[in-house]
């Protein structure tokens, strides 16, 4: 079965603290992964791909096929980073996790 | 350049009427999807139009609901006749081209925010 997992509704840190939101799917071929974020009041993005193996705004993700895990991870949390964010699996669709809300407090 | 756009923003309907919602893709995207997200649960895909085709429709959860697009610009999502269950936040997302390539990056809507009582 194809699914995303993310363990965390809700995950609260202090700006400046390390932030890891969680993510692990399932899927027998070979995965494309992405982070999307909601920020409040604006629509869906695209934050990364974890084939482009880019930092966006200081986010990094790495995909561990033996893990079957795609965490999102920056060393320094920012206010405004505050938003929800989602895990998806590309296959000929998205499949999306349930979404992690991250709050960062000033 | 304008975004995918989606409408209505909101709306509230009775059990048992029809709801049609409208998404307006990104110009020049081929490619439209609809999704939703039920209260508490995952979004989830609904189907995909290639132009004025559906490419895969096995994410419609049954045949009250009925997408179409036609001239292959802006699509239609008719809920006939709604139900309580149906309630949620339905997402449309254009992409240049298909899957797999290097323009398929999904461009999502605002959503538009249905509710059934």
């Known amino acids: 079965a194809q699914r995303v997992t993310q363990p965390e509704k809700l995950l609260s840190v202090f700006k400046g603290a390390p932030v890891e939101l969680k993510c692990n799917y399932s899927y027998s071929g070979s995965p494309e992964l992405f982070w999307y974020v909601q920020y409040s009041r604006q629509r869906l993005q695209l934050l990364l791909r974890h084939i482009s193996r880019e930092s966006i705004k200081g986010f990094t993700a790495d995909l561990n096929k033996g893990e079957t895990s795609f965490h999102l991870k920056k060393p320094f949390a920012q206010e405004e980073d505050s938003a929800m964010y989602y895990c998806v699996l590309g296959t000929d669709k998205l499949i999306f996790g349930t979404g992690t809300r991250l709050q960062v407090f000033p | 350049e304008a975004g995918v756009t989606q409408f209505p923003s909101h709306s509230v309907i009775e059990k048992g009427q029809t709801v049609t919602l409208r998404c307006d893709p990104i110009s020049g995207h081929d490619n439209l999807y609809w999704y939703r997200r039920v209260m508490g649960k995952e979004i989830k895909f609904l189907l995909h139009f290639v132009k004025e085709s559906k490419q895969d429709e096995s994410g419609m959860p049954n045949n009250r609901f009925l997408a179409e697009r036609t001239g292959g610009t802006y699509s239609t999502l008719k809920v006939q006749p709604a139900e309580l269950e149906d309630s949620g936040v339905y997402f449309c997302?254009?992409?240049?081209?298909?899957?797999?390539?290097?323009?398929?990056?999904?461009?999502f809507g605002p959503g538009t925010r249905l509710t059934v009582l």
């Open positions: 997302a254009s992409s240049q081209d298909g899957w797999g390539t290097s323009t398929d990056t999904q461009y």
